[in-house]
Protein backbone atom coordinates (compact mmCIF):
# COMPACT_ATOMS: atom_id res chain seq x y z
CA UNK A 1 0.00 0.00 0.00
CA UNK A 2 1.57 3.55 -0.63
CA UNK A 3 0.03 6.76 0.65
CA UNK A 4 1.26 10.52 0.97
CA UNK A 5 3.76 10.86 4.04
CA UNK A 6 1.36 12.50 6.61
CA UNK A 7 -0.61 9.80 6.06
CA UNK A 8 1.23 6.95 6.91
CA UNK A 9 0.22 6.65 10.86
CA UNK A 10 -3.19 6.69 9.23
CA UNK A 11 -3.00 4.07 7.01
CA UNK A 12 -1.41 1.96 9.79
CA UNK A 13 -4.39 2.08 12.31
CA UNK A 14 -6.88 1.64 9.68
CA UNK A 15 -4.72 -1.65 8.68
CA UNK A 16 -4.37 -2.52 11.89
CA UNK A 17 -8.29 -1.65 12.94
CA UNK A 18 -8.80 -3.80 10.08
CA UNK A 19 -6.99 -6.37 11.08
CA UNK A 20 -4.12 -7.01 8.55
CA UNK A 21 -1.61 -5.46 10.95
CA UNK A 22 0.85 -6.74 8.43
CA UNK A 23 0.31 -5.02 5.65
CA UNK A 24 3.29 -3.06 4.16
CA UNK A 25 2.84 0.47 4.33
CA UNK A 26 4.72 3.13 1.69
CA UNK A 27 5.23 6.42 2.65
CA UNK A 28 5.88 8.37 -0.43
CA UNK A 29 7.90 11.64 0.42
CA UNK A 30 5.72 14.02 -0.41
CA UNK A 31 2.36 15.50 1.63
CA UNK A 32 0.13 14.94 -1.57
CA UNK A 33 0.47 14.32 -5.06
CA UNK A 34 -2.42 15.82 -7.23
CA UNK A 35 -1.15 19.13 -8.77
CA UNK A 36 2.39 18.04 -8.00
CA UNK A 37 4.35 19.07 -11.25
CA UNK A 38 5.26 16.09 -14.02
CA UNK A 39 9.42 15.88 -12.65
CA UNK A 40 8.22 15.58 -9.23
CA UNK A 41 5.68 13.08 -10.01
CA UNK A 42 8.75 10.69 -11.48
CA UNK A 43 10.98 11.76 -8.64
CA UNK A 44 8.46 10.44 -6.20
CA UNK A 45 7.57 6.91 -8.47
CA UNK A 46 10.92 6.19 -9.00
CA UNK A 47 12.60 6.64 -5.38
CA UNK A 48 9.63 4.62 -4.27
CA UNK A 49 9.84 1.36 -6.55
CA UNK A 50 13.06 -0.60 -4.39
CA UNK A 51 10.59 -0.06 -1.61
CA UNK A 52 7.80 -1.28 -3.12
CA UNK A 53 9.64 -4.42 -4.37
CA UNK A 54 11.32 -5.11 -1.18
CA UNK A 55 7.61 -5.12 0.40
CA UNK A 56 6.49 -7.75 -2.08
CA UNK A 57 9.77 -9.76 -1.86
CA UNK A 58 10.80 -9.60 1.86
CA UNK A 59 9.57 -11.75 4.63
CA UNK A 60 7.74 -9.94 6.82
CA UNK A 61 7.63 -11.17 10.73
CA UNK A 62 4.31 -11.88 12.01
CA UNK A 63 1.96 -10.55 14.66
CA UNK A 64 1.05 -12.69 17.15
CA UNK A 65 -3.30 -12.37 17.16
CA UNK A 66 -4.59 -10.71 20.36
CA UNK A 67 -7.33 -12.02 21.79
CA UNK A 68 -10.58 -11.01 21.16
CA UNK A 69 -12.79 -9.48 24.61
CA UNK A 70 -15.79 -12.09 24.94
CA UNK A 71 -17.16 -9.08 27.09
CA UNK A 72 -16.30 -5.89 28.21
CA UNK A 73 -14.24 -5.53 31.07
CA UNK A 74 -14.99 -3.03 33.84
CA UNK A 75 -13.30 0.96 33.69
CA UNK A 76 -9.50 0.44 34.96
CA UNK A 77 -9.10 2.47 38.28
CA UNK A 78 -6.31 5.44 37.73
CA UNK A 79 -5.11 7.53 40.93
CA UNK A 80 -3.11 10.64 40.64
CA UNK A 81 -1.46 12.01 44.05
CA UNK A 82 -0.82 15.47 44.69
CA UNK A 83 -0.24 17.98 48.41
CA UNK A 84 -4.28 18.29 47.92
CA UNK A 85 -7.34 18.02 45.46
CA UNK A 86 -6.19 20.89 43.17
CA UNK A 87 -2.80 19.47 42.32
CA UNK A 88 -3.69 15.80 42.24
CA UNK A 89 -6.75 17.43 39.69
CA UNK A 90 -3.87 19.03 37.64
CA UNK A 91 -1.78 15.97 37.53
CA UNK A 92 -5.04 14.17 36.34
CA UNK A 93 -5.24 16.87 33.37
CA UNK A 94 -1.69 16.62 32.68
CA UNK A 95 -1.73 13.10 32.29
CA UNK A 96 -5.04 13.13 29.83
CA UNK A 97 -3.51 16.19 28.02
CA UNK A 98 -0.22 14.01 27.23
CA UNK A 99 -1.82 11.07 26.16
CA UNK A 100 -4.41 12.51 23.98
CA UNK A 101 -7.70 11.42 26.33
CA UNK A 102 -9.10 14.45 26.37
CA UNK A 103 -9.96 17.78 24.46
CA UNK A 104 -7.84 20.44 25.63
CA UNK A 105 -10.47 21.91 28.08
CA UNK A 106 -10.42 21.51 31.85
CA UNK A 107 -12.19 17.72 32.56
CA UNK A 108 -14.79 17.06 35.44
CA UNK A 109 -12.92 13.87 37.45
CA UNK A 110 -14.93 10.44 36.64
CA UNK A 111 -14.47 9.15 40.03
CA UNK A 112 -16.35 6.48 40.71
CA UNK A 113 -19.29 8.15 42.73
CA UNK A 114 -19.57 10.51 39.65
CA UNK A 115 -20.31 7.79 37.11
CA UNK A 116 -22.74 5.88 39.47
CA UNK A 117 -24.82 9.31 39.58
CA UNK A 118 -24.06 9.90 35.55
CA UNK A 119 -25.60 6.01 35.60
CA UNK A 120 -28.73 6.99 36.90
CA UNK A 121 -29.38 8.42 33.73
CA UNK A 122 -30.06 5.71 32.11
CA UNK A 123 -31.95 2.03 32.81
CA UNK A 124 -29.19 0.21 30.39
CA UNK A 125 -26.82 -2.21 32.11
CA UNK A 126 -23.46 -0.71 32.38
CA UNK A 127 -22.01 -3.16 30.57
CA UNK A 128 -24.85 -2.87 27.77
CA UNK A 129 -22.93 -2.05 24.14
CA UNK A 130 -24.36 0.89 22.66
CA UNK A 131 -21.91 0.85 19.69
CA UNK A 132 -18.79 0.15 18.28
CA UNK A 133 -16.81 3.78 18.10
CA UNK A 134 -14.57 3.85 14.97
CA UNK A 135 -11.84 4.30 13.58
CA UNK A 136 -9.90 2.07 16.59
CA UNK A 137 -13.26 0.06 17.15
CA UNK A 138 -13.68 0.81 20.93
CA UNK A 139 -15.83 -0.68 22.90
CA UNK A 140 -18.94 1.81 23.85
CA UNK A 141 -20.45 0.59 26.53
CA UNK A 142 -22.67 2.61 28.63
CA UNK A 143 -20.04 2.80 31.27
CA UNK A 144 -17.30 4.67 28.96
CA UNK A 145 -20.24 6.93 27.87
CA UNK A 146 -21.14 7.57 31.22
CA UNK A 147 -17.34 8.06 32.08
CA UNK A 148 -16.59 10.74 29.08
CA UNK A 149 -20.32 12.48 29.84
CA UNK A 150 -19.09 13.13 33.80
CA UNK A 151 -15.75 14.67 32.28
CA UNK A 152 -17.58 16.87 29.94
CA UNK A 153 -19.34 18.58 32.58
CA UNK A 154 -22.89 16.48 31.68
CA UNK A 155 -25.96 16.01 34.21
CA UNK A 156 -27.20 12.16 34.57
CA UNK A 157 -30.58 13.37 32.86
CA UNK A 158 -28.27 14.04 29.45
CA UNK A 159 -27.57 10.59 28.71
CA UNK A 160 -30.83 9.28 26.99
CA UNK A 161 -29.67 12.12 24.49
CA UNK A 162 -25.71 11.19 24.25
CA UNK A 163 -26.45 7.55 24.25
CA UNK A 164 -29.26 7.86 21.21
CA UNK A 165 -26.62 10.15 19.57
CA UNK A 166 -24.21 6.88 19.83
CA UNK A 167 -26.39 4.86 18.69
CA UNK A 168 -26.94 7.06 15.76
CA UNK A 169 -23.31 7.71 15.13
CA UNK A 170 -22.27 4.25 14.86
CA UNK A 171 -24.93 3.38 12.45
CA UNK A 172 -23.23 2.39 9.30
CA UNK A 173 -25.31 5.24 7.32
CA UNK A 174 -23.62 7.57 9.27
CA UNK A 175 -19.98 6.10 8.35
CA UNK A 176 -18.48 7.31 11.32
CA UNK A 177 -15.24 5.71 10.28
CA UNK A 178 -15.20 8.34 7.29
CA UNK A 179 -16.26 11.09 9.80
CA UNK A 180 -13.70 10.88 12.07
CA UNK A 181 -10.66 9.57 9.88
CA UNK A 182 -11.05 11.97 6.43
CA UNK A 183 -9.33 14.84 5.42
CA UNK A 184 -12.71 16.68 5.07
CA UNK A 185 -13.50 19.43 7.62
CA UNK A 186 -16.66 17.50 8.63
CA UNK A 187 -17.85 17.61 12.65
CA UNK A 188 -20.91 16.28 14.17
CA UNK A 189 -23.90 18.26 14.66
CA UNK A 190 -26.63 16.94 16.77
CA UNK A 191 -30.31 18.33 16.37
CA UNK A 192 -32.53 17.79 19.35
CA UNK A 193 -36.71 17.51 18.47
CA UNK A 194 -38.96 17.29 21.07
CA UNK A 195 -40.57 17.48 24.09
CA UNK A 196 -36.89 16.68 26.16
CA UNK A 197 -35.72 20.38 24.80
CA UNK A 198 -37.99 21.98 27.44
CA UNK A 199 -37.21 19.02 29.97
CA UNK A 200 -33.08 19.26 29.72
CA UNK A 201 -33.47 23.21 29.48
CA UNK A 202 -31.98 23.05 26.32
CA UNK A 203 -31.49 26.47 24.45
CA UNK A 204 -33.32 26.66 21.36
CA UNK A 205 -33.57 30.31 20.93
CA UNK A 206 -30.77 32.78 20.31
CA UNK A 207 -27.52 31.63 19.22
CA UNK A 208 -28.63 27.84 19.87
CA UNK A 209 -25.48 27.14 17.97
CA UNK A 210 -23.59 28.70 20.54
CA UNK A 211 -22.67 28.56 23.90
CA UNK A 212 -24.01 29.57 27.53
CA UNK A 213 -26.25 26.71 28.16
CA UNK A 214 -25.71 23.48 30.06
CA UNK A 215 -26.87 20.94 27.86
CA UNK A 216 -26.22 22.16 24.71
CA UNK A 217 -22.58 22.65 25.29
CA UNK A 218 -21.76 19.36 27.56
CA UNK A 219 -23.91 16.70 25.37
CA UNK A 220 -21.94 18.44 22.40
CA UNK A 221 -18.55 18.02 24.22
CA UNK A 222 -19.26 14.53 25.84
CA UNK A 223 -19.84 13.50 21.93
CA UNK A 224 -16.64 14.39 20.85
CA UNK A 225 -14.98 13.17 24.39
CA UNK A 226 -16.96 9.78 23.52
CA UNK A 227 -15.18 9.78 19.84
CA UNK A 228 -11.72 10.87 21.43
CA UNK A 229 -11.56 7.85 23.83
CA UNK A 230 -13.53 5.71 22.49
CA UNK A 231 -12.85 5.72 18.59
CA UNK A 232 -9.48 6.94 19.55
CA UNK A 233 -9.04 9.29 16.19
CA UNK A 234 -6.85 11.98 17.06
CA UNK A 235 -5.50 15.16 14.77
CA UNK A 236 -2.78 14.17 12.72
CA UNK A 237 -2.43 10.07 13.48
CA UNK A 238 -5.90 9.18 12.21
CA UNK A 239 -7.78 11.94 11.88
CA UNK A 240 -6.27 13.62 8.87
CA UNK A 241 -8.39 17.31 9.01
CA UNK A 242 -5.96 19.59 7.74
CA UNK A 243 -8.06 22.58 9.53
CA UNK A 244 -10.29 21.43 11.86
CA UNK A 245 -13.51 22.29 12.48
CA UNK A 246 -15.33 25.00 15.17
CA UNK A 247 -18.20 22.40 15.86
CA UNK A 248 -15.31 19.64 16.75
CA UNK A 249 -15.55 20.84 20.04
CA UNK A 250 -19.09 19.67 20.28
CA UNK A 251 -22.37 21.08 18.86
CA UNK A 252 -26.59 20.22 19.95
CA UNK A 253 -28.65 22.86 18.78
CA UNK A 254 -32.11 22.62 19.62
CA UNK A 255 -35.69 23.01 17.44
CA UNK A 256 -37.82 26.39 17.83
CA UNK A 257 -41.13 24.45 17.83
CA UNK A 258 -42.65 27.14 20.39
CA UNK A 259 -41.98 29.64 17.18
CA UNK A 260 -42.23 27.24 14.21
CA UNK A 261 -45.12 28.65 12.50
CA UNK A 262 -48.40 27.20 12.46
CA UNK A 263 -48.91 23.90 10.40
CA UNK A 264 -45.49 23.33 10.08
CA UNK A 265 -44.28 19.62 10.86
CA UNK A 266 -41.78 19.22 13.37
CA UNK A 267 -38.23 17.83 12.37
CA UNK A 268 -38.77 14.55 13.73
CA UNK A 269 -42.63 14.48 11.94
CA UNK A 270 -40.52 15.08 8.94
CA UNK A 271 -38.60 12.37 9.88
CA UNK A 272 -41.31 10.21 10.32
CA UNK A 273 -41.49 10.17 14.36
CA UNK A 274 -44.66 11.20 16.20
CA UNK A 275 -45.25 14.80 17.93
CA UNK A 276 -44.94 13.28 21.32
CA UNK A 277 -41.57 11.77 20.51
CA UNK A 278 -37.43 13.49 21.81
CA UNK A 279 -35.44 12.37 19.10
CA UNK A 280 -31.53 13.61 18.22
CA UNK A 281 -30.74 13.54 14.48
CA UNK A 282 -26.79 13.29 13.71
CA UNK A 283 -25.35 14.99 10.26
CA UNK A 284 -22.05 15.34 9.23
CA UNK A 285 -21.97 19.16 8.48
CA UNK A 286 -18.91 20.56 6.84
CA UNK A 287 -19.52 24.57 6.67
CA UNK A 288 -22.43 26.77 8.40
CA UNK A 289 -23.46 29.45 5.98
CA UNK A 290 -25.53 32.47 7.09
CA UNK A 291 -28.48 32.34 4.76
CA UNK A 292 -30.12 35.79 4.76
CA UNK A 293 -33.66 37.59 4.50
CA UNK A 294 -33.67 41.15 4.96
CA UNK A 295 -32.61 42.22 1.55
CA UNK A 296 -35.27 39.55 -0.36
CA UNK A 297 -36.12 36.73 -0.30
CA UNK A 298 -34.91 34.03 2.04
CA UNK A 299 -35.24 31.07 -0.37
CA UNK A 300 -33.01 32.83 -2.99
CA UNK A 301 -30.28 33.62 -0.44
CA UNK A 302 -30.36 29.71 0.24
CA UNK A 303 -30.51 28.75 -3.13
CA UNK A 304 -27.58 30.76 -3.70
CA UNK A 305 -25.80 28.88 -1.09
CA UNK A 306 -26.63 25.38 -2.23
CA UNK A 307 -25.17 26.65 -5.47
CA UNK A 308 -22.05 27.85 -4.17
CA UNK A 309 -21.60 25.15 -1.79
CA UNK A 310 -22.02 22.55 -4.26
CA UNK A 311 -19.85 24.19 -6.84
CA UNK A 312 -17.30 23.85 -4.38
CA UNK A 313 -17.65 20.46 -3.26
CA UNK A 314 -19.13 18.94 -6.39
CA UNK A 315 -18.17 15.48 -5.26
CA UNK A 316 -20.27 15.57 -1.82
CA UNK A 317 -23.33 15.42 -3.72
CA UNK A 318 -24.68 12.16 -2.39
CA UNK A 319 -26.00 13.19 0.74
CA UNK A 320 -28.81 15.58 2.48
CA UNK A 321 -28.28 19.44 3.22
CA UNK A 322 -29.51 20.95 6.02
CA UNK A 323 -31.93 24.43 6.10
CA UNK A 324 -32.09 25.70 9.47
CA UNK A 325 -34.72 28.71 9.56
CA UNK A 326 -34.55 31.31 12.55
CA UNK A 327 -38.17 32.17 13.54
CA UNK A 328 -38.05 35.44 11.68
CA UNK A 329 -37.26 33.90 8.06
CA UNK A 330 -39.95 31.28 8.71
CA UNK A 331 -42.45 33.78 10.09
CA UNK A 332 -41.92 35.39 6.29
CA UNK A 333 -41.98 32.69 3.94
CA UNK A 334 -44.75 30.83 5.85
CA UNK A 335 -46.73 34.28 5.67
CA UNK A 336 -45.79 33.82 1.24
CA UNK A 337 -47.32 30.59 1.71
CA UNK A 338 -44.64 28.06 2.13
CA UNK A 339 -44.54 24.92 4.11
CA UNK A 340 -41.26 22.73 4.83
CA UNK A 341 -42.52 20.61 1.40
CA UNK A 342 -43.33 23.45 -0.44
CA UNK A 343 -39.79 25.10 0.44
CA UNK A 344 -38.08 21.99 -0.03
CA UNK A 345 -39.58 21.50 -3.73
CA UNK A 346 -38.29 25.54 -4.37
CA UNK A 347 -34.89 24.62 -3.65
CA UNK A 348 -34.47 21.42 -5.15
CA UNK A 349 -35.26 23.42 -8.59
CA UNK A 350 -33.59 26.66 -7.68
CA UNK A 351 -30.14 25.49 -5.75
CA UNK A 352 -29.14 23.58 -9.78
CA UNK A 353 -25.51 23.86 -10.90
CA UNK A 354 -24.58 22.81 -14.39
CA UNK A 355 -22.74 19.73 -15.06
CA UNK A 356 -19.42 21.48 -15.55
CA UNK A 357 -18.55 21.24 -12.41
CA UNK A 358 -18.33 17.97 -11.45
CA UNK A 359 -15.21 17.88 -13.12
CA UNK A 360 -14.30 15.92 -16.37
CA UNK A 361 -15.83 13.07 -18.11
CA UNK A 362 -15.97 10.06 -17.47
CA UNK A 363 -16.69 10.67 -13.88
CA UNK A 364 -16.12 7.29 -13.33
CA UNK A 365 -12.10 7.56 -13.88
CA UNK A 366 -11.14 10.80 -12.09
CA UNK A 367 -14.63 11.66 -9.22
CA UNK A 368 -13.95 10.95 -5.84
CA UNK A 369 -17.66 9.49 -5.89
CA UNK A 370 -18.98 6.89 -7.09
CA UNK A 371 -22.65 8.44 -5.99
CA UNK A 372 -22.97 10.41 -8.59
CA UNK A 373 -24.72 8.74 -10.92
CA UNK A 374 -24.09 8.12 -14.77
CA UNK A 375 -27.20 10.56 -15.41
CA UNK A 376 -25.30 13.43 -14.24
CA UNK A 377 -22.02 12.21 -16.11
CA UNK A 378 -24.45 12.13 -19.12
CA UNK A 379 -25.27 15.58 -18.95
CA UNK A 380 -23.85 18.56 -20.98
CA UNK A 381 -21.53 21.37 -19.48
CA UNK A 382 -24.52 22.89 -18.74
CA UNK A 383 -27.36 20.57 -17.85
CA UNK A 384 -28.60 21.33 -14.68
CA UNK A 385 -28.03 19.08 -11.48
CA UNK A 386 -30.11 19.74 -8.35
CA UNK A 387 -28.04 20.34 -5.28
CA UNK A 388 -29.03 16.31 -3.62
CA UNK A 389 -30.50 13.55 -5.38
CA UNK A 390 -33.85 13.33 -3.74
CA UNK A 391 -36.26 16.18 -2.38
CA UNK A 392 -36.63 14.73 0.78
CA UNK A 393 -32.87 15.16 1.01
CA UNK A 394 -32.74 18.94 1.90
CA UNK A 395 -33.74 19.10 5.21
CA UNK A 396 -36.02 22.21 7.07
CA UNK A 397 -36.57 23.44 10.22
CA UNK A 398 -37.00 26.49 12.84
CA UNK A 399 -34.33 27.21 15.29
CA UNK A 400 -32.48 30.52 17.27
CA UNK A 401 -34.55 33.30 17.99
CA UNK A 402 -36.39 35.94 16.32
CA UNK A 403 -33.23 38.73 15.42
CA UNK A 404 -32.91 40.22 11.92
CA UNK A 405 -33.08 36.83 9.82
CA UNK A 406 -30.26 34.75 9.93
CA UNK A 407 -30.54 31.01 9.54
CA UNK A 408 -28.08 28.55 8.55
CA UNK A 409 -27.78 26.29 5.27
CA UNK A 410 -25.36 23.51 6.61
CA UNK A 411 -23.14 21.87 3.92
CA UNK A 412 -22.38 18.28 3.58
CA UNK A 413 -19.44 16.05 3.83
CA UNK A 414 -19.49 12.02 2.74
CA UNK A 415 -18.95 11.19 -1.04
CA UNK A 416 -22.28 9.73 -0.84
CA UNK A 417 -22.17 7.54 2.41
CA UNK A 418 -22.50 9.56 5.53
CA UNK A 419 -26.75 10.11 5.63
CA UNK A 420 -28.31 12.38 8.15
CA UNK A 421 -30.17 9.95 10.60
CA UNK A 422 -32.65 10.70 13.30
CA UNK A 423 -33.23 7.99 16.34
CA UNK A 424 -35.68 8.59 18.67
CA UNK A 425 -35.18 9.10 22.63
CA UNK A 426 -36.45 6.46 25.09
CA UNK A 427 -36.22 7.91 28.51
CA UNK A 428 -35.99 5.50 31.46
CA UNK A 429 -38.48 4.91 34.25
CA UNK A 430 -37.21 7.39 36.68
CA UNK A 431 -37.01 10.21 34.38
CA UNK A 432 -39.00 12.74 36.28
CA UNK A 433 -36.55 11.69 39.38
CA UNK A 434 -33.63 13.21 36.83
CA UNK A 435 -35.49 16.09 35.80
CA UNK A 436 -35.89 17.03 39.55
CA UNK A 437 -32.12 16.67 40.22
CA UNK A 438 -31.52 19.04 36.97
CA UNK A 439 -33.93 22.38 39.34
CA UNK A 440 -30.69 24.88 39.52
CA UNK A 441 -28.83 24.15 36.46
CA UNK A 442 -31.01 25.96 34.22
CA UNK A 443 -29.78 28.91 32.52
CA UNK A 444 -32.70 31.28 31.08
CA UNK A 445 -33.86 31.67 27.83
CA UNK A 446 -35.42 34.71 25.68
CA UNK A 447 -38.35 33.97 23.63
CA UNK A 448 -39.30 37.00 21.99
CA UNK B 1 28.46 22.39 85.17
CA UNK B 2 25.66 20.11 86.22
CA UNK B 3 23.64 23.48 84.81
CA UNK B 4 25.64 23.07 81.80
CA UNK B 5 24.59 19.03 81.47
CA UNK B 6 21.09 19.95 81.95
CA UNK B 7 21.15 22.82 79.52
CA UNK B 8 22.65 20.59 76.69
CA UNK B 9 20.59 17.25 77.03
CA UNK B 10 17.24 19.79 77.03
CA UNK B 11 18.79 21.23 74.00
CA UNK B 12 19.54 17.77 72.66
CA UNK B 13 15.77 16.44 73.53
CA UNK B 14 14.10 19.11 71.88
CA UNK B 15 16.07 18.52 68.38
CA UNK B 16 15.18 15.24 68.74
CA UNK B 17 11.58 15.96 69.16
CA UNK B 18 11.85 18.47 66.26
CA UNK B 19 13.22 15.86 63.81
CA UNK B 20 10.36 12.82 65.04
CA UNK B 21 7.97 15.85 64.09
CA UNK B 22 9.51 16.84 60.90
CA UNK B 23 9.76 13.18 59.82
CA UNK B 24 5.73 12.53 60.72
CA UNK B 25 5.01 15.60 58.94
CA UNK B 26 2.59 15.51 56.17
CA UNK B 27 4.26 14.74 52.98
CA UNK B 28 4.16 16.53 49.63
CA UNK B 29 1.62 13.65 47.87
CA UNK B 30 -0.84 13.33 50.27
CA UNK B 31 -3.89 13.09 49.11
CA UNK B 32 -4.96 10.23 46.06
CA UNK B 33 -7.71 11.22 43.61
CA UNK B 34 -9.34 7.53 41.97
CA UNK B 35 -11.05 7.72 38.66
CA UNK B 36 -12.48 5.25 35.96
CA UNK B 37 -10.60 5.49 32.55
CA UNK B 38 -12.44 7.15 29.83
CA UNK B 39 -10.31 4.78 27.28
CA UNK B 40 -12.13 2.01 25.25
CA UNK B 41 -11.32 -1.09 25.03
CA UNK B 42 -10.37 -1.96 21.66
CA UNK B 43 -12.43 -4.28 19.65
CA UNK B 44 -9.70 -7.11 18.53
CA UNK B 45 -10.92 -8.26 14.96
CA UNK B 46 -9.41 -11.37 13.65
CA UNK B 47 -5.61 -10.76 12.56
CA UNK B 48 -5.62 -11.82 9.13
CA UNK B 49 -2.10 -12.83 7.93
CA UNK B 50 -0.79 -11.08 4.48
CA UNK B 51 0.30 -13.37 1.80
CA UNK B 52 3.64 -15.26 1.54
CA UNK B 53 6.02 -12.70 -0.15
CA UNK B 54 7.04 -13.24 -3.81
CA UNK B 55 10.61 -14.39 -4.69
CA UNK B 56 10.89 -11.76 -7.49
CA UNK B 57 8.35 -9.93 -9.58
CA UNK B 58 9.93 -10.72 -12.66
CA UNK B 59 6.99 -12.10 -14.90
CA UNK B 60 4.72 -11.68 -12.48
CA UNK B 61 1.42 -10.46 -12.59
CA UNK B 62 0.93 -7.21 -10.59
CA UNK B 63 -2.58 -5.79 -10.22
CA UNK B 64 -2.98 -1.92 -8.61
CA UNK B 65 -5.86 -1.08 -6.77
CA UNK B 66 -6.53 2.73 -7.54
CA UNK B 67 -8.86 4.16 -4.93
CA UNK B 68 -10.10 6.67 -7.45
CA UNK B 69 -9.15 9.72 -5.63
CA UNK B 70 -7.30 12.59 -7.63
CA UNK B 71 -3.67 11.99 -5.80
CA UNK B 72 -3.86 8.15 -6.92
CA UNK B 73 -4.53 8.73 -10.39
CA UNK B 74 -2.23 11.37 -10.74
CA UNK B 75 0.94 9.13 -9.29
CA UNK B 76 -0.17 5.83 -10.91
CA UNK B 77 0.61 6.30 -14.51
CA UNK B 78 4.44 7.45 -13.33
CA UNK B 79 4.55 4.36 -10.71
CA UNK B 80 3.53 1.80 -13.24
CA UNK B 81 6.86 3.52 -15.66
CA UNK B 82 8.81 3.17 -12.99
CA UNK B 83 8.01 -0.17 -12.01
CA UNK B 84 8.37 -1.24 -15.91
CA UNK B 85 11.39 0.47 -15.86
CA UNK B 86 12.89 -1.52 -12.55
CA UNK B 87 11.33 -4.99 -13.97
CA UNK B 88 10.78 -4.64 -17.48
CA UNK B 89 9.31 -8.24 -17.76
CA UNK B 90 6.19 -7.39 -14.93
CA UNK B 91 3.02 -6.82 -15.86
CA UNK B 92 0.77 -4.39 -14.72
CA UNK B 93 -2.86 -4.23 -14.77
CA UNK B 94 -5.06 -1.05 -12.77
CA UNK B 95 -8.69 -1.53 -11.14
CA UNK B 96 -9.97 1.99 -9.82
CA UNK B 97 -12.35 1.19 -7.21
CA UNK B 98 -13.61 3.86 -5.42
CA UNK B 99 -13.78 3.95 -1.15
CA UNK B 100 -17.30 4.63 -1.00
CA UNK B 101 -20.29 3.99 -2.51
CA UNK B 102 -19.53 1.43 -5.30
CA UNK B 103 -21.98 -1.34 -6.44
CA UNK B 104 -19.51 -3.45 -7.92
CA UNK B 105 -16.94 -3.24 -5.54
CA UNK B 106 -16.98 -6.58 -4.11
CA UNK B 107 -16.84 -8.18 -7.93
CA UNK B 108 -13.97 -5.84 -8.45
CA UNK B 109 -11.57 -6.69 -5.86
CA UNK B 110 -12.44 -10.47 -7.16
CA UNK B 111 -11.24 -9.85 -9.91
CA UNK B 112 -8.39 -7.92 -8.74
CA UNK B 113 -7.26 -10.94 -6.35
CA UNK B 114 -7.65 -13.95 -9.01
CA UNK B 115 -5.80 -12.21 -11.92
CA UNK B 116 -2.78 -10.85 -9.36
CA UNK B 117 -0.23 -12.30 -8.30
CA UNK B 118 0.54 -9.42 -6.09
CA UNK B 119 -1.15 -5.82 -5.11
CA UNK B 120 -0.01 -2.42 -4.82
CA UNK B 121 -2.51 -0.20 -3.33
CA UNK B 122 -2.17 3.57 -4.33
CA UNK B 123 -4.03 6.08 -2.08
CA UNK B 124 -4.41 8.94 -2.97
CA UNK B 125 -6.27 11.59 -2.21
Known sequence: ?448 | MRRKWFRSSLVALMLTVGLLIISNAPTAAQVTLNILSPRGEIFAPPIKAISARLSSLEGKKIGILNNSKAGANALQPYLEEALKQAIPKIELRTWGIPFNVYPDKEKDLKALADWSDAVIGILGD
Request: hydrophobic share 40%; aromatic share 8%.
Open chain 1, 1 to 448: MIDAKPFFSDSKSSATGAGVPDLQIIALSVAATDGLPKADLEQVAKESVKEIIDALTKAVPTVTAPQAPSQPKRAEVLSYAGKDYAEAIANMEKFFLTNRWGDGLPIIPPTEEAVEEMLKGTDLPRDHVVGIIDPRKGIGTVEKIAINAVMAGARPAYMPVIITAVQAMTDPAFDLYGVQCTGGLTAPLLILSGPIIKDLDVNFTYSTAGPGWRANSTIGRAIRLILINLGQAWPGINDMKDVGNPAKVGILIGENEVQTPSGWPTLREQEGFPKSASTVSVYASLSYRQIGCIYGDPLDYIAGNMKTALNSQADQWGEEVVVVFSPTNAEIVAKNGYTPDKIRQVLFEKGRVTRKYFGPRPLGTVAIAHAIPKWIDDLPDDGLVPTVPKVEDIKVFVAGGRGPGCGFFIDRWGFGQSHFLTKEIKLPPNWNDLLKNLQGWETPVEVK
